[in-house]
Each structure stands twice: as structure tokens, then as C-alpha cells.
């Protein structure tokens, strides 16, 4: 059986990808950031009314939407809801092959790192 402490640990070890977003500065705090500015988004509405040629733009108004999407990643990113359980299965019924992500993600990693040596 597994235990919390054992998805606490599994969570905590570094991966490539992980290592790929620090590498481009993209760590906790940059999302964190990121986040928060979200969390207080205003918006704009251009309209154009009837028999008009011309743009009407309203005042800014709370962006209620991309508040709720923020707030909602940020709870999924704390851990605060139950992990979606999703089943996936390749060619007929097998394994799906996740091969290509860890070759992105390499490729990534390794663009960085030459750009940070020609800096």
C-alpha cells in the first residue's frame, strides 16, 4: 500500500523536467508569482454596437473567469484536491509509450544549458 509519505518523497525528487523549467527560471516561485498577478486580473471588452463603425471599449471589469482558472490551479499545484485518476492504454490495450516527452524534455535541457554557456 502507499502511504502519504511515500507520495511526499516520490513528489520531492528531482526530475528532468523539473530541472528543464529551473534551468529557463521557470521554478516554484516564477509560477507562484505568476499566479498572483492572475489571482487580481481585469479586462476590457471591446464592443461594436449596432449601425457603428467604431470600437466602444468598457471599463476595466474584474476578469472573473481567469481569477477562477488561477485559483483553481493553484489549489491542484498545492495538492489541495484529490489526484484526477486518468487511464490510458497505446495499440490495442498496451502500455502508452512516454518516451518522446523525456526526449523533449532532454532537448530542452540541453538548449539551455548551450545557451548559458554562450552567455
Known sequence: MVTK???KAAA?????????????????????EKLKE???AM??????????????YSKKMVAWDTRSR????????RGDYKPEKKELSG????????SLIKQRARAALE??????ENE
Open 5 to 7: 509519505d511515500d507520495k
Open 12 to 32: 520531492s525528487e528531482p526530475c528532468e523536467f523539473d530541472e528543464t523549467l529551473d534551468s529557463i527560471g521557470a521554478d516554484g516561485i516564477y509560477w507562484a
Open 38 to 40: 492572475l489571482s487580481g
Open 43 to 56: 479586462e476590457t471588452k471591446a464592443l461594436i454596437p449596432k449601425g457603428e463603425r467604431k470600437f466602444v
Open 70 to 77: 488561477a485559483q483553481d490551479m493553484a489549489h491542484k499545484l
Open 91 to 98: 495499440a490495442e490495450g498496451g502500455p502508452v509509450e512516454v
Open 111 to 116: 538548449q539551455s544549458k548551450k545557451a548559458k
